[in-house]
């Protein structure tokens, strides 16, 4: 009885331990995501990007950081002039994570919105 006790035990942190490997990364790359989104949001507030050039900087972030996104999936909305304006930049996806008898869908949405100083 203690020997099934100790393999079920060993079953069940090999299975969390799996399970973490497989789910922490996406949240780690969605948490690095995020902050280079805010960023991005700070420093263009107060230069004079439009709003292309902001979603192709937040793309190539997203694909060096293997985020699974669309590049028409990112919003970008800048309103105002530089220095008094808002730009808002919101990028919602899904990361999919195969895990044994339980397929999980994980759900991302990295947004953010930086005011100018006037």
Not at 13 to 21: H, L, N, P, S
Not at 74 to 81: H, N
Not at 83 to 90: K, R
């Amino acid at each position: 009885m203690a020997r099934i006790k100790m393999l079920f035990g060993l079953f069940v942190i090999v299975g969390g331990m799996y399970t973490a490997f497989k789910v922490v990364p996406p949240y780690f790359s969605a948490y690095q995501f995020q902050d280079a989104i805010k960023d991005e949001a700070t420093h263009d507030s107060y230069a004079s990007k439009t709003e292309d050039e902001i979603r192709d900087t937040v793309f190539k972030k997203a694909q060096d950081l293997d985020v699974p996104i669309a590049k028409d999936a990112i919003k970008v909305q800048r309103q105002g002039m530089q220095f008094n304006g808002t730009v808002s930049i919101h990028a919602a996806y899904i990361v999919h994570v195969d895990l044994p008898g339980y397929p999980l869908d994980l759900h991302f949405d990295a947004s953010t919105e930086n005011k100018g100083v006037f």
